[in-house]
């Protein structure tokens, strides 16, 4: 993905009209001059990151191509797209540049890299690094095509019959790992390799095209590029492998902003209510992140999942888009929240939610460095820690219905029965706490506000965006894999297709990489190796899917016995998204905090706007089909594992 920051020069696209910024005043006034007639247009660099937000500005001049037929837009190829082997070459050469970043920044020079090649050579043990000048090289490339990862690959798509050929080994060579070599007590690489080649051979019997047997060398060197943490945590458990990749010390102070950033989650020491029915839900969890230099918060997500990806990947795309929305949403807020950009450096804990490929694909799309430390070094991201330890304490503990840290704090308290505040309402708190409060107070460490440590900052640099919100939107997707067929794609029983896609089929594509919206299957994006960009592909049961989440998906296709049925029934899906919304409704008046809270995990506002009235609901198919839910039917899903299921 391209990034860009607001500078002049700098080339833009607003409302579809190509523009380039050629002037900021000292007052943040950008002066566009449109490129068409040179006539020259005047916003501030506020409305401009609102537009940013709206989707309206792209920056870096990335044209938008539209279909006649849907007037869908697409966005360019992305690193996930390639072959794994291709990724680790790329994570490689990127080691070595971000660090010639980091200690040399624009002086770049042959002689002054080979300080840098040496250094990391040392840090990551290779035995092996490369020349000055080949680095330089990368360097030029990198540079040259705004610090996209992609201009560090190395590689030629080839023959298509060819690349499906190294496609299927792949595959095969994943599952073959992941049924034998990553698990408890699991067989060696040896023991992988010889079931790969007697699979092969079995598969070739019968083939027009047989597969090649991997080399023995090759094999291993391809089983050596898997993420050493997780290997660990799959064949020795968590608690080895984070022993294993403990670290030492506090990490390096930033020089600027942005430059390091830490993120954690932790559970509020308050009491929740259910809009509706003014009963207790329980503690939601809060993910923030912090920029270390200024200690000013970039981002949170709030809600009642426990710690997981999503929260993080959602807490990632609040912390790097601007804070525009705030004067309409929150009109009690006096100040201004700046926050804004992608982070160099994101420090975290070992959680597993971190360490899950889907987070370090979106990081390394993002040109995000995911550094890991182990949860008894906490000073290692002390930043955080403190933050959000003030956050209870001035925050949550000053509310009714809070918990308080401890028992001794909370004696006699009932915190149940004095929970007197909604999630909308406490946000709305959280906002005014935040940017009229946290951020205005001077801070120990600083000397200074942590607002005022950001405005110095953004004298020094400019915060660097994705060229677009669509692109953010993508890279911040689930990426998988599906079959292509006459019907489209399916997704855990939902069907996707268009003129495009089939349009794909016809030149003999059978099998695509998806990008999943785990918030939306109203749509998805599938990746055009022909074209080599994405596209948009809607779900041929919109009244149904549009702005249902994955995991309401996933719960109603349970209890509607969809799970392994071979062609979807609408009816029955229709049927079950209103019991969904039922039940939900139900369930946050149980007497179990509970069962209330797993309630307001899967409910939304979409959800109970698609509420159908008696008479428009479908006729029962079957009494199988119409079974009732129970308190108990709502379940902790995963939502990443569960998409990858069969289909």
């Known amino acids: 993905m391209k990034l860009a920051s607001l500078h002049t020069g700098q080339d833009l696209i607003l409302d ?3 523009y380039r910024l050629i002037r900021i005043l000292e007052d943040g006034q950008c002066q566009l001059e449109r490129k068409s007639d040179l006539a020259l247009s005047s916003y501030s660099k506020q409305e401009l990151l609102g537009f940013m937000s709206t989707g309206e500005l792209i920056l870096c001049g990335q044209q938008t191509v ?5 007037n869908n837009q697409r966005l360019e190829s992305d690193l996930s797209t390639y072959p794994e082997a291709i990724q680790q070459q790329v994570y490689y050469r990127l080691k070595y540049l971000k660090k010639a970043d980091e200690l040399l920044g624009e002086e770049i020079t042959c002689h002054r890299l080979s300080r840098v090649i040496k250094l990391v050579a040392e840090e990551s043990n290779n035995s092996d690094p490369p020349s000055a000048l080949t680095v330089y090289r990368w360097w030029k490339r990198w540079i040259k095509a705004d610090r996209s990862i992609t201009a560090l690959i190395k590689y030629k798509k080839g023959p298509k019959n060819k690349r499906k050929i190294v496609k299927e080994l792949e595959q095969l060579a994943q ?6 070599y990553l698990k408890s007590e699991g067989g060696s690489i040896q023991d992988v390799y ?3 080649k007697h699979k ?7 083939r027009n095209t047989p597969l090649p047997i991997p080399g023995k060398a090759t094999f291993y060197r391809y089983v050596e590029t898997y993420d050493e943490y997780l290997v660990m945590a799959a064949r020795k458990g968590k608690q080895a492998a984070d022993r294993h990749f403990r670290a030492a010390g506090k990490g390096p102070e930033p020089k600027y902003i942005l430059e390091r950033a830490e993120v954690d989650h932790t559970p509020l020491d308050l009491l929740i209510i259910d809009d509706v029915t003014g009963l207790t839900i329980g503690r939601p969890t809060v993910t923030f992140i912090i920029d270390r230099y200024s200690r000013l918060p970039l981002g949170f997500e709030i809600g009642f999942e426990p710690p997981s990806e999503l929260a993080v990947m959602r807490a990632l795309r609040h912390a790097i888009m601007p804070k525009t929305y705030v004067s309409q949403e929150y009109p009690e807020v006096e100040n201004e929240w700046l926050a804004y950009g992608i982070k160099i450096n994101l420090v975290c804990d070992n959680g597993l939610e971190f360490h899950a490929h889907q987070l370090r694909r979106m990081c390394a799309e993002l040109n995000i460095e995911l550094t890991f430390c182990p949860k008894k070094q906490p000073h290692y991201k002390g930043a955080i820690e403190r933050f959000l330890g003030t956050f209870n304490s001035q925050l949550s503990h000053k509310v009714e219905g809070t918990t308080f840290s401890n028992i001794e704090q909370r004696g006699d308290y009932d915190a149940e029965k004095s929970a007197c505040l909604t999630l909308t309402e406490f946000k709305k708190l959280m906002h005014v706490w935040l940017i009229d409060v946290y951020i205005q107070a001077p801070h120990k460490s600083l000397g200074i506000t942590p607002a005022l440590a950001w405005k110095d900052g953004l004298k020094i640099i400019e915060p660097v965006l994705p060229e677009s919100k669509e692109k953010l939107d993508l890279i911040l997707a689930i990426q998988k894999s599906r079959q292509l067929n006459h019907e489209g794609v399916q997704i855990q029983g939902l069907m996707f297709n268009s003129a495009e896609l089939a349009t794909l089929r016809k030149r003999g594509v059978a099998k695509v990489n998806i990008r999943i919206n785990p ?3 109203g749509e998805v994006w599938v990746f055009d190796e022909h074209q080599g960009d994405y596209f948009r592909v809607p779900c041929t049961y919109p009244e149904y899917a549009n702005k249902l989440t994955l995991a309401q998906h996933l719960l109603i296709r349970q209890h509607t016995n969809q799970t392994n049925a071979a062609r979807v029934d609408i009816d029955l899906y229709l049927r079950g998204k209103e019991k969904l919304r039922q039940l939900i409704a139900d369930v946050s008046n149980s ?4 069962q209330r809270k797993k309630a307001a995990r899967y409910n939304t506002e979409e959800l109970q706007q698609a509420a159908f009235s008696s008479n428009t609901l479908p006729e029962k198919v079957s009494h199988q089909s119409d079974k009732d839910y129970s308190t108990d039917d709502i379940p902790d899903f995963d ?3 569960k998409v990858a299921d069969h289909d």
Do not use: G
């Not at 599952?175 to 034998?180: P, S, T």
């Open 66 to 70: 539209t279909t006649t037929s849907e």
């Open 16 to 18: 579809n009209v190509p």
């Open 175 to 180: 599952q073959l790992i992941d049924e034998i």
């Open 639 to 641: 939502v990443d594992s």
């Open 194 to 196: 010889d079931a790969l």
């Open 591 to 594: 007497k179990k905090v509970s």
């Open 519 to 521: 918030e939306d299957l």
């Open 200 to 206: 092969i051979k079995a598969l070739n019997i019968n």
